[in-house]
Every structure is written in structure tokens, then in C-alpha cells.
């Protein structure tokens, strides 16, 4: 099983980037799709997340209408599209798969990991 993040990097505040993530080893479309994040000295943020459909959307109140998650099943590949970065959106972000059978998770993996950094 693998998630691969890619396409973080340093942008100036109000700039954009798109982040991927390319899932294989598992049943991609069977499971939710989350991205995390984590800044210095804090604890890990859940940012965004995506059903296995692609039917719903829920979002962390300090992204709501800057960010969009996104999935392609057919290629096994999530995204998170941010726009009007901020300072504060500085972290690690993180690619989180998650199969849940009822309110029990049963079966979850996560990549590595790929840095954003916004200067202001």
C-alpha cells in the first residue's frame, strides 16, 4: 500500500498550489479520502475530506471556500486545490485513505507527507 504525495512547495500569501495524492496498493475507490496537516509544534489538523464516491465534501472552518478536495478514481489519485494561501496554512500536509464500516475505521494508511510553505 502507498499514498505519495506531491506538488507542495514554497508560494507567496494569495498564491495558489495543488496538491496530489497517488494511492495504490488498496481499493482506492472503496475508501474516504482525507487531507491532514501539521504545523510546527502542533498537532495533526484534519483539513478536508472526501467520500468514496466523491459525493461529499466537509472542510476544516479556517480552509471553508479556499480549498477543494477532489478525487479521480479512475486514475487513484485525491487533490487538494488551495487558493489564497496564508501564513498560517504552513505545514506538512498529509494524504490519509480510510475504510469505515459504520463508525468502526477498518483499514487506514497514510503517506509521507509534503511540505507547503507560505510567506507572507
Known amino acids: 500500500v502507498q499514498l505519495v504525495e506531491s506538488g507542495g512547495g514554497l508560494v507567496q500569501a494569495g498564491g495558489s498550489l495543488r496538491l496530489s495524492c497517488a494511492a495504490s496498493g488498496f481499493t482506492f475507490s472503496s475508501y474516504d479520502m482525507s487531507w491532514y496537516r501539521q504545523a510546527p509544534g502542533k498537532g495533526r489538523e484534519l483539513v478536508a475530506t472526501?467520500?468514496?464516491?466523491?459525493?461529499?465534501?466537509n472542510y476544516a472552518a479556517s480552509v471553508k471556500g479556499r480549498f477543494t478536495i477532489s478525487r479521480d478514481n479512475a486514475k487513484n489519485m485525491a487533490y487538494l486545490q488551495m487558493n489564497s494561501l496564508k501564513p498560517e496554512d504552513t505545514a506538512v500536509y498529509y494524504c490519509n485513505a480510510r475504510s469505515v464500516v459504520g463508525s468502526q475505521i477498518r483499514e487506514e494508511y497514510w503517506g509521507q507527507g509534503t511540505q507547503v510553505t507560505v510567506s507572507s
Open positions: 472526501i467520500t468514496s464516491a466523491g459525493g461529499s465534501t
